[in-house]
């Protein structure tokens, strides 16, 4: 799989080289096999047990909740959020990060905060993902099942929130858990986010 160079300033950033960058070990800028092995591991669980137990209720509404899956991953999610993201400047026709590799650049690049509509489809479009599945077990009395999948779910965006949303450059993300100083730092070496954010 291609990613982005890791001695390669992202596109936005104005430096020339990566090297000696005291914001490294604080934002993660680049990508490689590892992140995405480790996102899809982690959120694996919880799209295994909430596919199950549909499956267990009417498999034929299993069709419906793929299909939702792959078009709000592919192409709402890009809308709403990843085309928010500096990773989005970057050339070619696909994007390369650990959360949507290979899911087309449909969009323009719009760097700055999310508008509150496209909040409300992103964290809508988790609630259908993964909610409508447990509202599905709860209605058919699957309660091991759904106690093992609101597990599952809840230990996929904890992992998010303290391996990814920590360190991640999308700020214009409702998730996202950067502290003010390194976002400052950051959208200073990134003049193109800064005067998108602070206008």
């Not at 000696?20 to 959120?43: A, E, I």
């Not at 447990?134 to 929130?161: D, E, K, V």
Request: contains cysteine; hydrophobic residues 50%; aromatic residues 14%.
């Amino acid at each position: 799989m291609r990613f982005l160079p890791v001695d390669q300033p992202i596109a936005t950033c104005t430096a020339e080289s990566c090297d000696g960058c005291p914001l490294q070990s604080k934002v993660h800028c680049h990508f490689v096999q590892r992140d995405l092995t480790s996102f899809l591991l982690s959120v694996a669980p919880s799209f295994l047990l909430a596919g199950l137990g549909i499956i267990l209720f009417n498999a034929w509404w299993l069709i419906p909740w793929i299909a939702f899956i792959l078009a709000f991953f592919g192409v709402i999610e890009i809308r709403v959020l990843c085309a928010h993201c500096p990773h989005y400047a970057e050339p070619g026709k696909s994007l390369q990060c650990w959360a949507n590799y290979g899911s087309p650049r449909l969009w323009k690049f719009r760097p700055g905060p999310m508008a509150l509509w496209e909040k409300i489809v992103l964290i809508g479009g988790f609630v259908i993902i993964w909610g409508g599945p447990m509202l599905i077990m709860a209605m058919s009395g699957q309660w091991l099942l759904l106690g093992l999948t609101a597990i599952a779910t809840a230990g996929f965006f904890y992992r998010l929130q303290t391996s990814n949303c920590n360190q991640c450059f999308n700020f214009a993300c409702p998730f996202n858990r950067v502290d003010a100083a390194t976002r400052q730092a950051f959208l200073d070496r990134n003049p193109t986010l800064k005067e998108a954010f602070e206008p």
